[in-house]
């Protein structure tokens, strides 16, 4: 007979992790599955610093690490492995992995979101050359060079900032003629004397040889284009949630996320979803290990 898990948690993110906690302390049988390494988009971090307990901040891989040593205290278990499939139609659900067929009497959805990209020619092939969608990750290589920043709200304000500290030149282009990012960012932003706002604008086109060595940018208000010389690209533009495997088996928002309330729960019985593929105001970390405890308390 196959086993069966009292839970299954599709996510080694912060959610993910602060229900297998919650689940396995309250002494729930709990497998953990994650496709790459505990703490999900969290390990892109370099330094977390909005997070309550860190005085001086803390390394995302480092936090999420941490995260998973705590649910494996009270005997949660992890399986790294990704997930294709589900079935959510039976008492019994069936999560499909490249690592076979786990079981479980209920199952938390926390597959969280990947940064989106903007579509335009050679984006993909150049990622990795010269584009970038994680400062924190790659900023260390455009030390004493001009790097460009897309996006306007919080992820794109951050991002600019840490390249500022790094880079020659900052150019951070946004679509509005304002920030769309908290207040916090962006007196900080106003002082560093490398980065400069190009408002009203996108990026159309970018430049290269076999890497990138420019970006046209173009003004929406009057239709004109320039081309910035920058050696960086970094694409702050928000996420798209991890929801493609999920095939209809709950319901789904117009943005791809996850409908459920406050209580985590979904539109299939025993089904919980938690963290930044859920339907909500505002992804943080914080708010990520909110949903975990909430759909942790239910399992």
């Given at each position: 007979?196959?086993?069966?898990?009292d839970t299954l948690i599709i996510g080694g993110g912060p959610a993910g992790y602060t229900a297998a906690l919650y689940a396995a302390r309250g002494k729930a049988e709990v497998l953990v599955?994650?496709?790459?390494?505990?703490?999900?988009?969290?390990?892109?971090?370099?330094?977390?610093?909005?997070?309550?307990?860190?005085?001086?901040?803390?390394?995302?891989?480092?936090?999420?690490?941490?995260?998973?040593?705590?649910?494996?205290?009270?005997?949660?278990?992890?399986?790294?492995?990704?997930?294709?499939?589900?079935?959510?139609?039976?008492?019994?659900?069936?999560?499909?992995?490249?690592?076979?067929?786990?079981?479980?009497?209920?199952?938390?959805?926390?597959?969280?979101?990947?940064?989106?990209?903007?579509?335009?020619?050679?984006?993909?092939?150049?990622?990795?050359?010269?584009?970038?969608?994680?400062?924190?990750?790659?900023?260390?290589?455009?030390?004493?060079?001009?790097?460009?920043?897309?996006?306007?709200?919080?992820?794109?304000?951050?991002?600019?900032?840490?390249?500022?500290?790094?880079?020659?030149?900052?150019?951070?282009?946004?679509?509005?003629?304002?920030?769309?990012?908290?207040?916090?960012?962006?007196?900080?932003?106003?002082?560093?004397?490398n980065v400069e706002f190009i408002w009203d604008s996108v990026l159309t086109e970018i430049v290269s040889e076999d890497r990138v060595t420019g970006a046209v940018i173009k003004n929406l208000?009057?239709?004109?284009?320039?081309?910035?010389?920058?050696?960086?690209?970094?694409?702050?533009?928000?996420?798209?949630?991890?929801?493609?495997?999920?095939?209809?088996?709950?319901?789904?928002?117009?943005?791809?996320?996850?409908?459920?309330?406050?209580?985590?729960?979904?539109?299939?019985?025993?089904?919980?979803?938690?963290?930044?593929?859920?339907?909500?105001?505002?992804?943080?970390?914080?708010?990520?290990?909110?949903d975990g405890a909430v759909a942790g308390s239910y399992l």
């Open positions: 007979m196959e086993h069966i898990y599955l994650e496709k790459i390494s505990a703490g999900g988009q969290m390990t892109l971090t370099g330094e977390i610093d909005n997070y309550p307990g860190f005085e001086e901040g803390i390394d995302g891989f480092l936090l999420g690490e941490k995260m998973k040593k705590c649910a494996e205290r009270f005997g949660a278990e992890t399986r790294f492995a990704e997930v294709t499939g589900v079935d959510f139609t039976q008492k019994i659900k069936k999560i499909y992995t490249s690592d076979g067929t786990f079981y479980g009497k209920t199952v938390v959805i926390a597959t969280g979101a990947d940064p989106r990209r903007i579509g335009i020619a050679d984006e993909k092939e150049l990622t990795g050359k010269g584009v970038h969608y994680c400062a924190h990750c790659d900023g260390i290589f455009y030390k004493d060079k001009r790097v460009v920043v897309v996006g306007g709200g919080n992820s794109a304000a951050s991002e600019a900032l840490h390249l500022s500290r790094i880079a020659s030149k900052v150019y951070l282009v946004h679509r509005r003629n304002s920030l769309k990012a908290e207040k916090y960012y962006y007196e900080p932003l106003s002082r560093m004397g208000n009057t239709g004109k284009t320039k081309t910035v010389d920058c050696e960086g690209i970094f694409i702050a533009i928000g996420r798209k949630p991890n929801t493609d495997f999920l095939g209809g088996a709950v319901e789904l928002d117009s943005g791809g996320y996850v409908v459920a309330g406050e209580n985590t729960k979904t539109s299939a019985e025993g089904v919980f979803a938690a963290g930044d593929v859920r339907t909500k105001e505002l992804r943080q970390i914080a708010t990520a290990v909110g």
